[in-house]
């Protein structure tokens, strides 16, 4: 009896929070600036438009997701061998911060699907019951897939035309990628969640955003604070990590497949837990029954 009780409660909250969610309505004059209630909305309205979309055109985004954000990689590589001469290395790497975030916005203002800004945005209509945890899982292994191979494929590309247009040597990517794989594997999988984290509060940051400027002031200021402190990101990572194993005989397949596999964690964590389910949760408990 208090079983059925407790669903009977669970159903009539779950009930409660769509009706104030469905009526968070945004301001038609746009000066004000949105509530956590419309953001929430935005974000589960555009989670759910990516689930509904065919599985060949998520493969197709997320693969173009791959091959832009590769562009990042492409100045970070061309920044180091030019500034080396001039900074130390410490230095160097601090200064590419500044680059870093070129692919993050060619992506994500271009409309690709990037696992790690997506992450916490695909969560939410789960935890609103309006999807399912197995199209969640599914929907994200075809993201994963994308991004990945059309990593690999820009990486295969910048490490030959790199050193043959002479902007970078196979020393520069070789240092980038072993600056990714030089820490324990509980380091990288807490610097994972911590990018992870900080890439679910750039897509809820950019939805609460009104104008296209603050949209990339926002993705420029979260992406160049991940470069600037080294964080993990899975996708870049993959291209940074990938292009140094095939350069250099210090990183191994297996190191390669290991830190990718920890860092996709670590952001699939950061964005889940404290994004989509912090911020979801904090709109349930405001919720109040009659």
């Avoid at 290395?89 to 070129?102: D, I, N, R, T």
Wanted: aromatic share 10%.
């Amino acid at each position: 009896m208090n079983k059925n009780n407790e669903k009977e409660e669970k159903k009539k909250k779950q009930e409660k929070v769509d009706q104030e969610i469905d009526g968070s309505d945004q301001q038609q004059d746009g000066t004000k600036t949105k509530s956590h209630g419309e953001i929430l909305k935005q974000q589960i309205i555009e989670g759910c438009e990516t689930y509904d979309r065919s599985w060949s055109s998520i493969l197709l985004s997320s693969f173009t997701a791959g091959l832009e954000i590769g562009f990042s990689f492409l100045m970070l590589a061309t920044l180091h061998h030019f500034a080396s001469g001039y900074f130390a290395e410490e230095v160097v790497f601090k200064l590419m911060a500044f680059v870093y975030p070129l692919g993050f916005i060619l992506v994500i203002m271009g409309q690709s699907i990037l696992f790690t800004e997506q992450t916490s945005l695909l969560t939410l209509p789960v935890l609103s019951n309006k999807r399912s945890l197995g199209s969640l899982f599914r929907i994200w292994g075809l993201v994963i897939l994308g991004n990945l191979v059309g990593g690999l494929l820009i990486a295969l590309t910048l490490v030959w035309v790199g050193p043959k247009l002479e902007i970078f040597t196979e020393l520069d990517i070789e240092k980038i990628g072993l600056h990714m794989v030089e820490y324990e594997v509980f380091t990288i999988l807490v610097s994972a969640i911590l990018a992870g984290w900080l890439m679910g509060l750039l897509s809820w940051l950019v939805t609460s955003s009104k104008e296209t400027v603050g949209e990339i002031i926002v993705i420029y200021l979260i992406t160049a604070l991940m470069g600037f402190t080294g964080l993990h990101h899975s996708i870049i990572g993959n291209i940074e990590i990938f292009s140094a194993m095939l350069v250099s005989p210090e990183i191994t397949i297996l190191e390669y497949i290991q830190t990718l596999v920890v860092i996709l964690a670590g952001n699939a964590i950061g964005a889940v837990f404290f994004v989509a389910l912090l911020k979801y949760r904090a709109f349930v408990f405001n919720v109040k029954m009659p």
